[in-house]
């Protein structure tokens, strides 16, 4: 009798193993079947770019474990495909213990760390400028950045000696950008406005195969996470392509609305020191226009509209972008001034709200106020973060000689106000470096060790490993299949 029962054992576990072989080749062969189905769409790319259209990268540095962008993932997305009989396991599969990769095929699925893009153009004298905005942004950032830098030729050499010596922080990439205009124009878009400013405009053509990118000019301060402001993309509508800050909350002081010669958006017109960008959106988007009844691509509208508009603009670039946000304005997100904050909130009396509320969140410092005494309050800002160093230390003691030195900027408007330049700052200070080892994960605070930028060396995270022990009975259904591969794993090891 029991002769009998072991052969029936037996003949049971022969017909389930076929039956897994048999699944596992159609799984395979769906999979090859579907291996020309859904091509990526191409982005709509100017006439004036050459070769694949993203515009030559002069320097490409990286700086932390996740600059690699060629090597493949040890670890693989453990889906259909991967069904197969231990015989036929991929080699480039983890090792991981069977009981997880059992649960791994149920949809617990490694996905990539979200970057944040984060674009500067340099020209002239604004090398310090830079450097020192990009230290705001590395200061506070939870997600690691890449960094856009568009720079002329000469600036070249200093952006790269600078960053790779801050490749400790293995935090961030960079690339290093030439200043490339359209061909047959490139003289007036260069002198359109400040030197190279307009290159901002051709971004979505250079770098096609970057989805969304936040453009900040040379004289933004960050006080609080990069991250933040990042996350607005997730509050677009579906129409919204980019998000900008009114040019002013007060129109009686309002330019675009006394003296503008064109049309422009909203009350008082949008500035463009800060404006991020769904850039996939803006390359498939048709906009209305005032020159055509047929509607322009991104790529087609820049050059009709500087022909028509060249004798009435006076902010360069911006005025175009407050032109064709005005035919199209259902694409356009507007932010509060607090992610924007200028001299002029606060030069003839505070009219920021939500600063005085929450505090300034991204300082920016134009008409050249971090380099004179007209507004002193934003230059002890710029001072203090430029002569700040990446140690904890360090970071957490600019506050109280900051406080000291806008405490002196009294006389002025915005030093009245002063409380508000220092109020997110600290917070950000606190959140990011009082308070270890808690970890702001989009805005959340959550337990554990710092998230490592290199998660593709590791196979599973120790949330991971905690969330697969409640793991359901189909995976336990898997246990026999699972036993196979452990056994193998177990020879390759011997």
């Known amino acids: 009798m029991r002769r009998y029962l072991r052969v029936v054992v037996l003949c049971l576990a022969c017909g389930f193993c076929s039956l897994l072989y048999a699944f596992s080749q159609l799984a395979v062969s769906l999979e090859e079947g579907a291996g020309g189905v859904g091509g990526k769409p191409q982005a709509a790319a100017a006439s004036w770019l050459g070769g694949d259209g993203r515009g030559a990268g002069r320097w490409v540095g990286s700086a932390g474990p996740a600059a690699h962008h060629g090597r493949r993932d040890r670890c693989k997305e453990f889906s259909l495909c991967y069904w197969n009989p231990y015989w036929m396991l991929p080699s480039d599969v983890c090792g991981m213990n069977c009981f997880w990769e059992a649960a791994f095929r149920y949809g617990v699925k490694m996905q990539p760390i979200e970057r944040v ?109 990069v991250d933040d402001i990042w996350s607005l993309l997730k509050k677009f509508n579906s129409t919204q392509i980019a998000a900008m ?146 140690e904890d230390d360090n970071i957490h003691s600019l506050l109280k000689p900051l406080e000291l030195e806008l405490q002196k900027t009294v006389h002025t408007y915005c030093g009245k106000i002063y409380k508000i330049f220092i109020k997110q700052l600290t917070k950000s200070i606190q959140d990011r470096y009082d308070r270890p080892p808690k970890e702001r994960v989009n805005g959340e605070e959550k337990s554990g060790h710092t998230m490592s930028a290199n998660v593709g060396a590791q196979c599973v995270s120790v949330g991971t490993v905690i969330s697969l022990l409640n793991v359901t009975s189909s995976v336990l259904k898997q246990l026999p299949y699972c036993i196979l591969i452990c056994n193998k794993s177990r020879l390759n090891n011997d």
């Open 245 to 390: 800050a009114p040019e002013h909350e007060e129109p009686r002081i309002g330019w675009y609305n006394r003296f503008a010669r064109h049309p422009y958006y909203g009350k008082t017109g949008v500035n463009s020191g800060v404006m991020l960008m769904n850039m996939t959106r803006m390359r498939r988007k048709y906009f209305k226009n005032d020159m055509t009844t047929v509607r322009l691509r991104w790529g087609d509208i820049l050059m009709p509209l500087l022909k028509k508009y060249k004798l009435n603009i006076t902010w360069g670039d911006q005025d175009l972008l407050n032109i064709i946000f005005f035919h199209n304005p259902e694409s356009l997100f507007v932010f509060p001034c607090q992610w924007n904050y200028r001299p002029d909130h606060c030069i003839y009396g505070s009219n920021c709200q939500e600063a005085e509320e929450e505090g300034i969140f991204i300082l920016h410092g134009n008409r050249g106020v971090y380099h004179d005494d007209k507004q002193p309050a934003f230059r002890a800002i710029y001072e203090a973060l430029r002569n700040c160093s990446f």
């Open 117 to 225: 893009h984060l674009a500067v153009v340099a020209c002239g004298e604004r090398l310090e400028e830079t450097v020192t905005m990009l230290k705001s942004a590395l200061i506070f950032s939870i997600k690691p950045l890449q960094f856009h830098i568009f720079a002329e030729d000469q600036l070249h050499d200093s952006f790269k000696g600078i960053l790779d010596s801050w490749s400790f922080l293995q935090t961030f990439n960079y690339s290093l950008y030439p200043i490339t205009f359209p061909s047959e124009n490139a003289a007036e878009w260069k002198k359109l406005f400040k030197p190279c400013a307009s290159q901002r405009l051709f971004l979505p053509l250079i770098l096609k195969e970057v989805d969304s990118l936040l453009y900040v000019d040379t004289d933004i301060l960050f006080l609080r996470p």
